[in-house]
């Protein structure tokens, strides 16, 4: 099956630092990648879908300037957060879609999520 | 707008069964999803539906899906303690449209 890895798996950063979460198909290309991110007992927020070689399109109320996507190949997408804070410290994960599947069901394949502690 | 709704926590009984319930209010979803979320984990696709179906059955998994109600379920049979986890409903749109709509997950807890 499709795998995501994440990278890395969990960071503790320093206030005002800026920090790299790495997304990757392992076996497969993807067109697009999904950003989401999880606060403790909520449900995941999509943050911005991402498109190869173009610019990724943030949902409402994501800072574009603070959270950077760049996806550079069809199988990377990296999303920095910007001089972090405490207040970004949360759970992020990604998807990924295979740009071979045609299938109706336009399934995402998910990341097992960087965890990101800003202290 | 898009919303779905899922009650946040469920607790079994070793090999009793689980039944997860999930409303949503998007009549034009296209397909219904249940992912699995171990603790720190990524989530895990284990089911999904296509609107136009009522039932879906997968070893251990049965999906219900009432369209007039706009509601889904998700049964497990014979519930081990190696289900325990946050249980995700999400739905799309289909028809080009990738993005999810998570509920806020239900926590399902398997007593041994």
């Known amino acids: 099956g499709a795998v995501v890895s994440q990278h890395p798996s969990w960071v503790i950063c320093k206030s005002g630092t800026s920090v790299k979460i790495e997304c990757r198909s392992l076996?497969?290309?993807?067109?697009?990648m999904f950003w989401y991110r999880q606060f403790p007992k909520q449900s995941l927020m999509l943050m911005a879908t991402s498109n190869e070689g173009s610019k990724a399109t943030y949902e409402q109320g994501v800072e574009k300037d603070k959270f950077l996507i760049n996806h550079a190949s069809l199988t990377l997408s990296t999303l920095t957060v910007t001089s972090a804070h405490p207040e970004d410290s949360s759970f992020y994960i990604c998807s990924a879609r295979d740009a071979r599947d045609l299938r109706y069901q336009e399934t995402q394949y998910f990341g097992p999520g960087t965890r990101l502690l800003v202290l | 707008g898009e919303d779905v709704e899922q009650s946040l926590f469920l607790s079994v009984r070793e090999g009793d069964s689980s039944v997860i319930n999930c409303t949503y209010t998007?009549?034009?979803?296209?397909?219904l999803y249940w992912y699995k979320q171990e603790p720190g984990a990524g989530l895990q696709l284990l089911t999904y539906?296509?609107?136009?179906?009522d039932m879906k059955q997968d070893q251990r998994l049965t999906v219900l899906l009432n369209k007039k109600d706009k509601h889904l379920s998700l049964r497990i049979a014979d519930t081990q303690t190696g289900d325990s986890a946050i249980y995700f409903c999400a739905e799309s749109m289909g028809a080009g449209s990738y993005q999810l709509t998570f509920g806020k997950g239900t926590k399902l807890s398997v007593i041994p």
């Open positions: 539906i296509f609107s136009n179906m």
């Open positions: 076996d497969f290309q993807a067109t697009t």
């Open positions: 998007d009549s034009s979803s296209t397909y």
